[in-house]
């Protein structure tokens, strides 16, 4: 049905906004919050932004005088026929060159509560 997604470090070469444009050349709503201060990551960051929303995603530049540091993935998808979120929250960039150089703490779930609150 939908991805919302947002980051602060993506990399210019990023399995996962590759994901998020075919979810859009898919009709899916996709969503994404972009930080344009992110330090070394600007220009890649930049350029998927671009990229995204002249596809078709919707794309929000952060928010004005403040750094978005989050690093968030909620998908929504039809179950059944249900609609159910899963959701990814991450102290860890999407990038996937740092991915292997840090130590980062990853949740993923399917809890409701939580879903719901990061949607």
């Known amino acids: 049905i939908n991805a919302e ?3 602060y470090r993506t990399g210019a070469d990023s399995e ?4 998020l444009r075919e979810a859009v050349r898919r009709g899916k709503e996709v969503t994404v919050v972009v930080e ?3 330090r070394f990551d600007e220009e890649a960051n930049i350029n998927w932004a671009e990229m ?4 078709g995603a919707q794309v929000v530049y952060g928010v004005v005088g403040l750094k978005t540091h989050a690093k968030m993935l909620l998908v929504t998808r039809r179950e ?11 102290t860890g960039n999407y990038n996937p060159r740092t991915a292997r150089l840090y130590t980062d703490i990853s ?3 399917a809890d409701p509560a939580l879903t719901a609150d990061m949607e």
């Not at 996962?16 to 994901?19: A, G, H, K, S």
């Not at 059944?80 to 991450?90: A, E, F, I």
């Open 5 to 7: 997604y947002m980051g």
């Open 16 to 19: 996962l906004m590759d994901l």
């Open 36 to 38: 344009l201060k992110a």
């Open 52 to 55: 995204l929303e002249s596809i």
């Open 80 to 90: 059944g026929k249900q609609l159910r979120r899963h959701g990814h929250l991450s």
């Open 107 to 109: 949740h993923l779930t």
